[in-house]
């Protein structure tokens, strides 16, 4: 990355006077991940600053979305909500999805996680698979969503404004209000958001704790997956209610 006949001073100065990104592949923690000049200057100096925490410094900016797909009864109109989910995300944003399938039933989502379960195993997994996505994030990814595969978002520019709002919060609510469609695409269903219930109470209503979330992986480095009814998503918005 360093010419050889560079001293690091003539380095740094040539640094210092740029903006441009600079991709590092000296560093594993870093994974690739850029810097700009200026940053990466600051590193190299004698006696960097000590306020700047390295792995704040070196995170990757972007809102990584984590979703799900379980599908034992081989249901089309699954694949097909998966399909329309995917292609309504715009495409610079990172999307990880996991999949199992039971018995010898193969996956039908090329660029999925796929995870191979016992047919007698059709329990809700939801949270389980989410966990695992983490897994496989690199360390840098700090922000992330979760975010059922069959939603579609209305509001363009969501991911954008989720991101620049995880910078002053630990979790949110991706939505207010949800719109539940029939096949021919008609509102069945409406939901409120809770979090937006319990900033406007409604006596009587609890508000919807599931379908699209987003955290800081530094404040929820893991999902509660011990509810295999289907309810985890519950426990984890009274949680984080309080």
């Known amino acids: 990355m360093i010419a050889t006949e560079w001293t690091a001073t003539d380095f740094r100065e040539s640094l210092q006077q740029t903006n441009a990104a600079i991709r590092c592949s000296t560093c594993r923690r870093r994974q690739g991940a850029t810097c700009d000049g ?3 200057a600051d590193i190299l100096q004698p006696n960097p600053n000590p306020d700047l925490c390295p792995l704040k410094r070196w995170s990757d900016p972007r809102l990584h979305v984590l979703t799900t797909v379980f599908n034992p009864t081989g249901s089309r109109r699954i694949l097909n909500n998966y399909h329309r989910f995917r292609a309504s995300l715009p495409p610079s944003l990172p999307v990880h999805v996991a999949e199992v399938t039971f018995g010898d039933a193969q996956p039908e989502i090329p660029e999925s996680l796929w995870i191979r379960a016992n047919a007698r195993n059709k329990v809700w997994l939801k949270e389980r698979l989410l966990n695992l996505l983490l897994d496989t994030l690199p360390p840098t990814v700090e922000k992330f969503a979760w975010i059922d ?9 969501w991911h954008e404004d989720a991101s620049e709002m995880l910078n002053r919060f630990d979790v949110l609510q991706l939505f207010d209000v949800v719109h539940w469609m029939n096949r021919e695409a008609k509102t069945e269903m ?4 809770c979090v937006r219930l319990q900033q406007h109470p409604i006596d009587g209503h609890w508000g919807h704790p599931g379908f699209a979330w987003a955290a800081r992986r530094s404040r929820l480095p893991r999902f509660f997956d011990a509810d295999p009814t289907g309810g985890a998503d519950t426990w984890m918005a009274d949680h984080f209610r309080k």
């Open 190 to 193: 409406e939901f409120w958001g």
């Open 149 to 157: 595969a069959d939603v579609v978002f209305t509001r363009k520019g």
């Open 38 to 40: 200026r940053q990466l």
